[in-house]
């Protein structure tokens, strides 16, 4: 049922915000394709063996992707270049998803932090 969540929420966004986020959420499970989907505070978010992994928002000007870890975007620094963050979550241009090889290293990390690595 949560993979409809995660479609209505879709659903209600405007282009580019829907499908910037589809894409986004593809890229999350190409990764992890067994990732259960979930809605969690009130957003798309992504478990494994129980432990939340990562989430994504939309907002007026941006996207978030959630790590849901304080260290995970820390940890991933180097990376992140120009991308505007806070402490717990990643923002992106309504138009333009993360780099899939940003993805992967923020799962990574994460599931790594969960102990499911």
Not at 6 to 26: C, F, G, N, V
């Given at each position: ?31 992890v394709p067994k990732a ?24 007026k000007n ?56």
């Amino acid at each position: 049922m949560a993979a409809r969540d995660i479609d209505d929420y879709l659903a209600a966004l405007d282009d580019p915000k829907r499908s910037t986020l589809e894409e986004m959420r593809r890229r999350i499970l190409d990764v992890v394709p067994k990732a259960d989907e979930v809605i969690s505070y009130a957003v798309p978010g992504f478990q494994v063996q129980g432990k939340m992994i990562a989430g994504l928002a939309a907002f007026k000007n941006h996207l978030s992707y959630l790590p849901h870890s304080g260290s995970v975007l820390a940890q991933v620094q180097d990376e992140i270049g120009d991308y505007k963050q806070t402490k717990s979550a990643l923002h992106f241009a309504i138009d333009q998803p993360l780099p899939q090889h940003l993805v992967r290293r923020l799962l990574l990390v994460r599931m790594r932090e969960c102990g499911l690595l």
